[in-house]
């Protein structure tokens, strides 16, 4: 049939494009880890971007290698990402928080041709510069004696033209910090990086419009700080970058800068919440702030509700770009009590225009969307990882869906609520026990400091609870204390057989229970109720 | 590269899908041409599209066959737009307001398989059927004896799986009324609707959310509704439909639905604004008021601004699906006076991401955004056409510009203002001289009633204006007065050589100005200023 529309392939360099021919002289700020600020706008952003690219081509760089950054959120970072992509790299963000060994494997997986680095990060480099077998340029984005950075691309014209292409190449690389075997990489595409960028702009996912000052704590090496600098340019709001996220830096820069949304882990708000109750402060214009990474607290949502900031408590992963469920407001938000509100927000949220969202059971049956049924969540979508860099084999089954590794329920009005990790789930006479819950009910429990859930073996149950516990400061809790306590919290039969009490727990290196080696020491534990 | 995301072609019943399973239970109401009033809700217009597409091919209608609607705004209507696309049918909407004989070219070039239409527009397709040489079927959505459209799906399962293909296929069919030659059809594609649709969710275009309650009063045989039932099911937002939009019934419908965000034409608002003064009525929840079609009127903003309700001046073409340009808000909006808003907002707003624009001369020379240069409107994107249907060139130059047939200028902050079409620009030594400005300016003038200039030829000039004006009724207004009128709000050489009175202008079938018929009449006029 003759007639149609035209030929746009969705490429990345579009999105830096479009910011700078329409909103080219909005801001984009840099706190730097010396408490220096360095004003730029995306103009400046898109025109360091072509020199960057042209410095890259210099230096022997081609179409598809990988070129690496270690470095905290800022605008020379931002350039990095564009000027790498916009000549047809791949811009690989390394999480500097892994252990070394990770990261040796991670550099020489991905063959990275150049390293981009902070300063501050000069010792880690150090130490892995002999291990890295591909990296042929070190290039310090800020040292104190000079402009490794600025001097790279201070020859350059900037007379360049974006390396253009099928929207299905590969633009960046993120690797996946797994509790088990070697990190995974995700290689995102141009064309599923924009699909999520124009998804997150929305009012019910990040609400991003030209008013918004947005500032992405979110590492820029975690999930791509979730896809804020790939999403900011479609809105032309303005960009916030702080290197440093200590709670004073962050409630500065809230102030001095207007900021209106933000998003991070909830770690960066724990801490923040303190500094404002101890400093009388307040949020100054936030007016959304997005909590990902892990579960939000219910006090931590109480906190910002009840100063008239609105939570979005989002879900997602490194292999959804990472974008799978955000909290925007149900259409009878209005009529919810406070409480109510705070229940909803508590919730993973809902999924964008994009996202399929089911929940299976170990044998492959789809469970009802009934708030009661769990199982595991799986997801597809035009974000959504098809297969892991250099495996042979898909991450994903014949009809796409890809198997999140969470254990979740989905409500009648399609409102997710993750219940466990699949791996740490406990498989009692054929239910299932959320090893969470439980964590999360003993730590209710005065006295108690932490606490880690394992199944271990069980005759007839095949597998039981076992409870450690970390005992907080000074607190002589007993068992039976913290029974009673999960009593009014738990079903009885999630009641562990037993509790032990332990000096410490052991954790990943981005803070996460190491439940791997916990059911490792344990696997061999004899509950006496199995006797 | 091994590695990668999924494959998810952008097909638009994933929109209806994501509504269905996603908002479900979100209303979708339909004031009737009776007065009545039917609801439904996502998950019924993807039942009953189902079950439409199993009647389609029971009646024949193949992949990529045409399926045309002669109808005003219902929750039918809208099953008929989902219900053929997903069969793999091409939707073609109609306009009712189109003289016979356009109609007549119009479905036969088409070559429509199937006609819904509205039992309003009876003798209309009574009068059309001889003409109609592929038409097959024709069904009824609402005949007053029996039910047509009901009984043609109330014997199907609905059991029934979208046809699937490639996201560059065609959903849809739309003609343009231009004032010369034979009406344009546009193909619209899958691919091109949906990302369409996505530009369309975010803040700074229709800010659709969970929450909105969306009055689309543009027709939806207007550029598809200006895209309005494909974003819906992206946000999960209510829709309200109205076949009747006299003034009383768009306030009752405002009120009792509580409509949030609503897209009409000025000429509706004018009614809306005469019947909220009479009545003392307010505007209920009303928070965005999208206007376009046609260039809004200063007292028109004013009116909607003034009553705490923002207004969205929009800009595009049935060539672009429409979107060209929205009135989102500006980062300092807060800083700006009412007179400096309302300026802003008079103007056609700003791009969304995935429409380039530029202004160029005659020659080509592509003119600065400075908000002097004047010239041509051209534009490109994933959703502006390439091609009209049937057509054997393409409508874009090499680059995929297409020129709109507008003249605007385009401010520093990428504000966007049409100063004429095209071919009504008067072509003074050089200049451009823009006859909508002569137009309106002499509108503002005590006893006009209506005002057309043209250019007619000058043997110095080549061409100067010759105003046509209508007097008001009683009104003796005279050639001196209108240009003393004049002389305050155009420049000196702008004025018009002579002033003709005459009893009225002619029109198109949408009401614009037939500009085509005018030069026609005075191609020969001689000037008094040409002797």
């Known amino acids: 049939m003759l007639g149609g529309m035209q030929d746009w392939p969705l490429r990345v360099m579009r999105l830096i494009d479009h910011a700078e021919r329409e909103h080219g002289h909005r801001e984009i700020v840099s706190r730097w880890a010396d408490g220096s600020t360095t004003r730029t706008d995306y103009a400046g952003v898109a025109r360091d971007s072509r020199k960057l690219a042209q410095a890259l081509e210099r230096l022997g760089v081609r179409k598809g290698d990988r070129v690496a950054t270690l470095a905290m959120n800022h605008s020379r970072h931002l ?96 690797y996946t910090s797994g509790t088990t075997g070697n990190p995974k990489g995700v290689l995102y595409e141009h064309r599923s990086t924009v699909i999520h960028a124009m998804a997150e702009v929305q009012p019910d996912v990040f609400d991003l419009s030209r008013r918004a000052v947005a500032l992405p704590i979110v590492p820029m090496f975690h999930a791509a700080a979730w896809g804020l600098p790939f999403a900011a340019p479609i809105a032309g709001c303005k960009i916030v970058f702080t290197a440093d996220y200590t ?131 799986q997801v597809r979508g035009p974000w959504v990882i098809q297969q892991y860099f250099k495996e042979e084999r898909p991450a994903v089954d014949a009809e796409n869906w890809f198997d999140t590794g969470d254990v979740a329920v989905i409500h009648p009005d399609g409102t997710m609520q993750i219940t466990d990790r699949a791996k740490d789930v406990i498989k009692s006479g054929g239910e299932w026990i959320s090893s969470i819950e439980l964590e999360n009910a003993a730590m209710g429990c ?86």
């Open 247 to 377: 709670p004073k830096t962050v409630c500065d820069v809230l102030h001095e800068e207007g900021v209106t949304h933000t998003a991070a882990v909830p770690t960066v708000w724990l801490g923040l919440m303190q500094y404002v109750d101890q400093t009388g402060s307040d949020l100054g214009q936030l007016k959304l702030v997005t909590i990902g990474g892990s579960a939000a607290p219910r006090a931590m949502i109480e906190f910002f509700q009840s100063r008239g900031v609105e939570v979005g408590h989002a879900w997602g992963m490194t292999e959804m770009s990472p974008i799978g469920t955000t909290g925007g407001r149900p259409h009878d938000w209005d009529d919810l009590s406070f409480e109510e509100k705070i229940d909803l927000i508590a919730k993973q949220g809902r999924v964008p225009f994009g996202v399929e969202m089911r929940i299976v059971t170990d044998e492959g049956a789809i469970q009802p969307r009934d708030g009661q049924s769990s199982g595991r969540l």
């Open 79 to 174: 350039v990095s990402w564009y000027g790498t992509i916009g000549m047809g790299g791949v811009l690989h963000t390394v999480n500097p928080r892994l252990f070394p060994e990770q990261l040796i494997y991670i550099f020489n997986h991905a063959e990275d041709k150049v390293l981009f680095y902070d300063h501050a990060m000069t010792p880690l480099v150090d130490a892995l510069k002999p291990h890295l077998k591909t990296v042929e340029h070190y290039v310090c984005f800020d040292p104190p004696e000079g402009d490794s950075f600025e001097s790279l691309i201070a020859g350059e014209s900037g007379d360049y033209r974006w390396v253009e292409g099928d929207e299905r190449e590969p633009c960046m690389l993120c």
């Open 446 to 531: 005065p006295g108690v400091a932490e606490a880690a859930a394992v199944g271990v073996y069980h005759p007839k149950w095949d597998e039981r609870p076992l409870l450690l516990v970390v005992r907080k400061e000074g607190s002589d809790v007993t068992p039976d204390q913290i029974l009673d306590h999960l009593t009014n919290h738990v079903a009885k039969w999630w009641l562990p057989d037993e509790i032990l009490f332990v000096d410490s727990l052991p954790h990943t290196a981005t803070g996460k229970l190491l439940k791997t080696a916990l059911r490792e020491e344990y696997k061999d534990y004899r509950l006496k109720t199995a006797a």
